[in-house]
């Protein structure tokens, strides 16, 4: 198939089967990451926190791009006096004073706006810049189970940051023509984070999104991927749909807008997933499904 080269396939393999499993009884924390665009990530990292709360999972959403739309989606309309991540990062502010109560029981949030893009630049000059998030998540790991967070569409210091303090990132993957592009750029990346900054970095796994059963192409690429990854590919599908579409400009976790939506299926069907082998991790010591066993 065109869009999934095999020499491009096997290479990318071998990258994702390196990736370790391996224990932990603090918050698990779930970078949800892929510097191509418009592949779901915001979608993914709301809707996987909103589930994950709802199954009584405690967790945190941090919301990493400046473009704030995360932070939008969960239900917070645009407020300049709003405490975000910025002030934490770059001003140090507590994490009490920038922590938000979302409208999802067991849900906290971190907002982001604007002031971010300012953050990626002031970082550079910053002593140990790529730990930042690292530290101010560390003393705050213990009072949840999950921590996602939502990464900007680039590799810059703010994604940087997210890798550094993640135990696994989540890789959505839309279902269409050139699928692969630019995975292979976050896997090195990922390799060299491993090697270089965060060694017990994993995969939480592959996500397949904007998934139309009506035509061929999604169809194919999505039997691809799990040729070439196996079980690295979640189980879950999230299929386009427009009722997942709508739920932002609402203000609303699809669970809330319309929970008999294939949308809402399909993320609760994830939350299940990644619940199930965080439970394979920290209670019987197996890796999991996606952890490259």
Not at 19 to 37: E, H, M, T
Not at 80 to 102: G, W
Not at 231 to 243: A, E, G, K, L, M
Not at 260 to 285: C, D, P
Request: charged letters at 20%; one cysteine or more.
């Amino acid at each position: 198939m065109a869009c999934v080269p095999r020499e491009t396939s096997c290479i990318l393999r071998g990258i994702l089967l390196s990736f370790r499993g391996s224990g932990g009884l603090l918050a698990r924390i779930i970078a949800v990451a892929n510097q191509k665009g418009g592949v779901g990530k915001t979608t993914t990292a709301v809707n996987l926190a909103a589930c994950l709360a709802a199954s009584e999972q405690s967790t945190l959403l941090v919301d990493c791009d400046s473009q704030a739309n995360a932070t939008a989606a969960i239900g917070f309309p645009k407020d300049p006096s709003r405490r975000t991540l910025y002030q934490c990062l770059i001003l140090n502010e507590p994490f009490d004073k920038i922590v938000q109560k979302s409208q999802v029981e067991g849900l906290d949030v971190v907002p982001a706006d604007k002031n971010l893009a300012g953050a990626a630049v002031e970082l550079v000059l910053a002593e140990n810049r790529e730990y930042k998030l690292q530290a101010i998540l560390n003393a705050i790991r213990d009072r949840y189970k999950f921590i996602v967070l939502d990464c900007p569409p680039a590799l810059d210091l703010l994604t940087l940051n997210a890798l550094v303090s993640a135990s696994a990132v989540l890789v959505p993957i839309q279902c269409e023509y050139l699928a692969l592009e630019g995975v292979s750029e976050l896997l090195d990346t990922l390799m060299r984070i491993r090697r270089t900054l965060n060694p017990g970095l994993e995969i939480e796994g592959i996500l397949l999104t904007m998934y139309d059963e009506r035509t061929t192409l999604s169809r194919q690429v999505a039997s691809d991927l799990r040729s070439f990854f196996g079980t690295q590919v979640f189980q879950s599908v999230i299929y386009r749909n427009v009722r997942l579409a709508e739920a932002p400009s609402f203000g609303k976790p699809i669970i809330f807008y319309d929970i008999h939506s294939k949308g809402a299926e399909g993320y609760t069907q994830l939350a299940q997933e990644v619940i199930a082998n965080a439970a394979k991790r920290t209670g019987t010591g197996a890796r999991s499904a996606h952890s490259g066993a």
